[in-house]
């Protein structure tokens, strides 16, 4: 996967962010204060011009443009949280032109490391975590079983659907929604939808990717 599909991922992942804004904020008006649809959206749109701006040639630097951007334009939690995934993912890339599985799943699991340094969230706690950690042992399982770029990506993004399904029964022991305590129940965290939406977004991309003949 070269700067192209990095690029595209990225611009997919505004556009899913977007075209889910209004259900990413519902989710977190039920545990939340109804505003991650609004932070994403905003910070994603901010990534756009970025990338528009600013040259970024491979795709360590798309992702840390991405994650910079983040960090700087998205109040709330989720804009450090993320950031910090796209920059550890981005400087775990490092100056590669091109990312096969094997980087691709050592960047996941250094976004995975970045997120719990910083919000010490474990499996668990119904947060984004529980979307991005079984979507990193997928993407590192079914590379290691020898499974196509286009196989393990879609095997992560998967992971990552089953993972913040799972949310809607655990008790929430971070952030906002562990206000709530027990009455958190009952509801996906909006966290882990999106951390769904990005990493579908980057099946589809590497798809697209894969459909067109690219290495
Ligand atoms: P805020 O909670 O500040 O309003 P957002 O609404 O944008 O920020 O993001 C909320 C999401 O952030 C949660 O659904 C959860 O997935 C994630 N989150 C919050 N705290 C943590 C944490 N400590 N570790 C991992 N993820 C967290
Ligand atoms: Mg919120």
Not at 41 to 66: N, S
Request: net charge negative; charged share 20%; proline share 3%.
């Amino acid at each position: 996967m070269d700067t192209n599909v990095f690029r595209a991922w990225i611009t997919s992942s505004a556009g899913v962010i977007e075209a889910n804004r209004d259900h990413l904020t519902q989710l977190d008006a039920a545990i939340g204060d109804a505003d991650h649809g609004i932070n994403l959206a905003r910070g994603f749109a901010a990534v756009l011009a970025a990338l528009d701006a600013k040259p970024a040639a491979t795709p360590g630097a798309v992702l840390i443009l991405t994650g910079s951007t983040l960090i700087s334009k998205v109040g709330g939690a989720s804009g450090p949280l993320y950031g910090t995934a796209f920059r550890r993912a981005g400087q775990a890339l490092g100056a590669a032109e091109d990312v096969d599985l094997a980087a691709l799943g050592q960047a996941l699991e250094a976004a995975l490391a970045g997120v719990q340094q910083l919000g010490a969230a474990r499996e668990g706690d119904k947060t984004m975590v529980d979307a991005l950690a079984p979507a990193t042992r997928a993407l590192a399982k079914a590379a290691a079983e020898g499974a196509t770029q286009a196989d393990a990506l879609a095997a992560a993004a998967a992971a990552a659907a089953e993972g913040a399904a799972a949310t809607v029964s655990m008790e929430a022991r971070k952030g906002r929604a562990s206000y709530l305590g027990p009455r958190s129940v009952g509801h996906e965290d909006p966290g882990a939808a999106s951390t769904v939406l990005i990493l579908t977004a980057l099946r589809d991309a590497a798809a697209r990717d894969a459909g067109t003949g690219a290495p």
